[in-house]
DNA sequence: GCGACAG
DNA sequence: ATCTTGTCGC
């Protein structure tokens, strides 16, 4: 039985310091490795309304490589915790859960927008997640870990480029190599990957590589943001 | 007070 | 993430 994350109040720094020690130590939970089948790739993604209004998330599954529609559902609630960097979870955990209850058949990978193991303890969003569904997740964030050190891939599509921790980042029990920049279009930014739980960093690559093939982002995530925008629209009018 | 590090 | 027009480029 693994432990349960301590109870957080975001405006309260004793309890913050506690849910970070927890992060760190779920981190040995993790498996960064692992090759599974794929069929399947959903994409998980939030949208966000202004204060008070709900926000959205939708999840498209989609066949793999083929891209074809398998299922999308939808489903929307409070947000959580506002962003705090590093705690992540806090804000999307609660209702990408809930989510991942609406499909009637859970997909071989999930995708999900931000981190894995490529976050100062170890534990971000995508390890969250795979360690509560026990699922291969894999983290891809459109922006890097760190800000000064993150390397640059060659210049066309396929070409990577290793995440070592940031210097500072004494409490991560992540590395030596914690995610890679990907260059999934010519000439255009990277997207970031890190391995989220049950699946390795290059099995990850390969699928984001597979699953990205015209636009920056892999296709189950576009297909996700896309149905959530569209929800949120509808529920606004 | 400034700067900042997923979304 | 979201607020938002025009604008650069394929």
């Not at 209004?53 to 066949?63: F, K, M, Q, R």
């Not at 390795?200 to 982002?217: H, I, P, Y």
């Amino acid at each position: 039985m693994r432990p349960a994350p301590p109870p957080v109040d975001a405006s309260d720094p004793v309890t913050v310091q506690r849910y970070k020690a927890w992060q760190r130590t779920m981190h040995d939970q993790v498996r960064a490795y692992g090759d599974p089948d794929v069929a399947t790739v959903a994409g998980f993604d939030v949208q966000y309304g202004g204060q008070g209004e709900p926000a959205v998330a939708a999840a498209v599954v989609l066949s793999y490589p083929d891209s074809e529609i398998v299922d999308e559902t939808v489903v929307s609630d409070r947000p959580g915790t506002p962003y705090r960097p590093g705690l992540l979870a806090l804000r999307e955990l609660p209702l990408l859960l809930a989510l991942a209850e609406t499909l009637e058949t859970l997909p071989d990978v999930v995708f999900c927008d931000g981190h894995g193991v490529g976050h100062p303890r170890g534990f971000g969003l995508a390890c969250h997640l795979g360690l509560a569904l026990d699922l291969p997740v894999v983290g891809i964030a459109k922006n890097p870990p760190y800000r000064d050190g993150i390397p640059e891939p060659g210049p066309g599509r396929g070409d990577t480029a290793d995440i070592a921790p940031a210097a500072d980042w004494d409490e991560c029990p992540a590395g030596p190599v914690i995610g890679r920049s990907v260059r999934t279009r010519d000439s255009t930014k990277p997207v970031y990957v890190s391995a989220g739980h049950k699946i390795s960093l290059d099995k990850s690559v390969e699928l984001v590589l597979g699953t990205a093939t015209r636009f920056r982002q892999p296709e189950p995530i576009r297909a996700a943001d896309r149905l959530a925008r569209a929800e949120r629209k509808k529920l606004s009018e």
